[in-house]
Structure formats: C-alpha cells, structure tokens
C-alpha cells in the first residue's frame, strides 16, 4: 500500500480499536485472468460493538442512532446498532499498461480512495445501512504506488501510464442500504439455506449508482450476516452480524443484481477518451466461505455486463476477502 493509504489508515485505527470485526477485502481482475479496466480495490472496514436497548443506553453509537431514528429502519428499542468505518482504493487502467502515452481510444489511469462512516441497524430478519462517504481521485489517492505494489508481488508488468492520470478532485456521498432475509429451510440432512436480497442508492460523484440483488445461499451453519456478496451491494454491510454465531460453519452462494448507473466521473472527467457510461448493467456473482468464531474467509467471482458502451466484452474481477472478531 502507499504512505497515503496507510495514513489514512492510520487515523482511523484509534477508533477501530473498540471494533469488533475486522475486514480485509482484496479485488483483483486477475483472479479471472484479465488485467485492465477495474484491476485492483482494497478495502479495510471496521464494525464497531453493537449496542441494543438503545432507548436507555448513553453510548455514541446509540446517541448517532437516536438521531437518525426518524428514518426508516431506525428503532431503538427493538434493533441493535453498530458503527462502522471503511477505507478503500480502487484503480482503474487501459488494456494496454505497457503504452506510457495516452490512449484515448482507451479507459484513463484513474485511482481513487475514500473514508467511509455508516450505521447500520438490524434485527432477526433485516438490516438498514446509512453512512457517508469523503475521498480523492487523483495522484494523492496513492493508487499508483499500490499497483506497482501489487503487481511486483504478483509477477505482472509494471504500468507504465500512471504520468497520465486523472485528477486531483474531492470526491463526497452518501449511502443507503437494505437488506433482507425472507425465507429460511433446513433438509433432514442438516443442510441449512436462506433466500434474500439487498438494494441500495449509493449518491456520490465518483460512480453513483442505484443498486438492487437477490441470493440464495447454502451450507452448514450459516453466517449471521444479511448480504454474502463482499464485493458488491454489501461493504461494510458485509460484516454486520457475521460472528453473532460460534462454531465452524461454510456456505457457497449466488446472486444476481442489476445497477442503475446515475453518475460517471470517467465520462464525465475523461472528455478526450472514449469513455460513454451505459445507463446500467446486470451482474452474476458466485462464491463460498468457511468460518469459525473469530475468523472468516470467502471468495467471489464477480461479472457483469460491462459498464461502457465502447465494449461489449464482459466486465469481471475476483474478490478475496477476511475477516476477524477482535
């Protein structure tokens, strides 16, 4: 990671000390043996302990949901609640990394990160995200060091482009999400299994975007989470609820989703290339995961139509993720 990112990391940690869960969420296209377009995210989140009987409880995280209880899905009394902080960078190339001259036939070098802040509310059955969003696209965003990183561990060409980015701009939002499980099975063979789904709106000015998906998941003593998909719709969401089990447990799971896409920085910053969003995209993902009482780990394949209409190849990156109770 570059100094920047760890900086930032840096000032969130005296408050993801009182943290609960820990994640780390590493995107990558070559886990589907590509390198170009969306190459590389890392993401690190935080959810803070939950707190419950929040109509009689002094705690900040009650006191942020007391003042967020006139919306929907807020109810101190019959929820829990729980902080949680996200720091993540995402990086997008041409093709072609070897050109150290633009090209506008092609997608810019564009890195971007952001700090996020959510509060997240559920019971037995559902969850409600709300949070904030504060980042940068550019240079200071560190993205170039990051992927010269990655990919000197990984054994892949240096990109020579980077002179050539986009940016620098502020990048701000704000964030909703939902999720639910509807219906719950078990067969005589002990087999468990759940269908649910999510939706969210996600108003920023780097890729605003409406976002909704269903899934079906199976296994052996499931995760306590709402939303299996950690690369996706989830986030931080992800992490809620996760470890409110104990025991060994696995899953193998699918969705599908579709994204209405309101904003693009790209076709909006990126005037001299040939970038045009489309109005949206529908997407597959698959994975599975094992987990104990404090550590949990998943991978996901992830693919969708692709987002810009100078393409029709298909647009796909593999995620890692993991997870610890602290």
């Known amino acids: 990671m ?26 990558n296209d070559l886990f589907v043996g590509a390198d170009g377009q969306y190459t590389n995210g890392v993401r690190i989140s935080w959810v ?18 007391s003042t967020l209880s006139p919306l929907p899905g807020i109810s101190l009394s019959d929820e829990k609640h729980a902080l949680t902080f996200s720091l993540e960078q995402v990086m997008i190339t041409p093709e072609d990394i070897s050109q150290r001259t633009p090209n506008y036939a092609d997608l810019p070098y564009v890195g971007y990160s952001n700090l996020e802040m959510g509060l997240f509310s559920w019971n037995g059955d559902s969850l409600f995200g709300y949070g904030v969003r504060l980042g940068v696209v550019g240079p200071e965003s560190g993205a170039e060091q990051s992927q010269k990183l990655v990919h000197k561990i990984t054994g892949s060409s240096e990109p020579q482009g980077w002179d050539n980015q986009l940016g620098t701009d502020l990048i701000g939002g ?6 639910r499980r509807f219906h719950q ?20 000015n780097f890729h605003g975007t409406a976002t909704a998906g269903g899934f079906l998941r199976v296994g052996r003593n499931l995760p306590r989470n709402f939303i299996p998909d950690y690369a996706g719709i989830g986030t931080a969401g992800s992490l809620v609820g996760l470890f409110d089990g104990s025991g060994f447990g696995w899953e193998a799971f699918v969705a599908s989703f579709g994204e209405y896409i309101g904003y693009s920085y790209l076709e909006t910053h990126a005037e001299e290339y ?13 994975g599975g995961g094992v987990h104990w009482d404090s550590f949990s780990f998943t991978l996901t394949l992830q693919s969708s139509t692709s987002p810009l209409r100078s393409t029709d190849d298909p647009f796909s990156f593999g995620n890692m993720s993991f997870m610890w109770q602290i």
């Not at 920047?4 to 869960?21: D, Y």
């Not at 939950?50 to 006191?63: K, W, Y």
């Not at 704000?174 to 999720?179: G, L, P, S, V």
């Open 2 to 27: 570059s100094l920047r990112f760890v900086l930032l990391l840096a000032g969130v940690l005296p408050v993801a000390a009182m943290a609960s869960t820990l994640g780390f969420s590493w995107d």
């Open 48 to 65: 803070g302990d939950a707190h419950d009987h929040c109509e009689r409880n002094d705690s900040f995280t009650c006191g942020l949901a």
């Open 174 to 179: 704000a964030y909703f999400i939902n999720a």
């Open 185 to 204: 099975f078990q067969s005589d063979s002990g087999l468990q299994g759940e269908l649910g789904y999510a939706w969210g709106v996600d108003a920023n």
């Open 274 to 286: 040939a970038v045009e969003a489309r109005d949206g995209v529908l997407g597959l993902v698959v």
